[in-house]
């Protein structure tokens, strides 16, 4: 349950960006203080955001938003090319371990060529 919590703590921040598609492979990150568990999409470009006159560039997008049930979805997707949609925002607290993050609603495979 702390791992979901990490993801409810950031809906309450308004985001910097809005409708952003942020493809890469989704992978699962494990911190020891606190110890949570988290989903970052790893994007083969960097990912800019520009927010409050302060520009932020990272390949790795910590993924925010998710209920429990599209988290658990999600799980299965790790390891895989995936596509999130949603508002990007810097990190601000304690429970951003990302320089950038998006909240999302779901996480979907990339469609193959």
Same mark, same amino acid.
């Given at each position: 349950m702390k791992s979901f919590l990490a993801f409810l703590l950031t809906l309450g921040v308004a985001a910097s960006a809005m409708g952003e598609t942020i493809k890469g492979r989704l992978e699962l990150q494990e911190k020891k203080d606190p110890e949570v568990t988290y989903l970052?999409?790893?994007? &083969?470009?960097k990912v800019v955001l520009t927010e409050g006159g302060q520009k932020v560039t990272s390949n790795s997008v910590q993924i925010a938003g998710l209920n429990q049930k599209e988290w658990d979805k999600a799980l299965k997707l790790v390891g895989k090319e995936v596509v999130v949609e949603g508002n990007l925002m810097g990190a601000h607290t304690r429970y951003h371990f990302? &320089?950038?993050l998006i909240i999302t609603s779901k996480v979907t495979p990339a469609k193959s060529k």
């Open positions: 970052v999409v790893k994007s &083969p470009t990302e &320089p950038i």
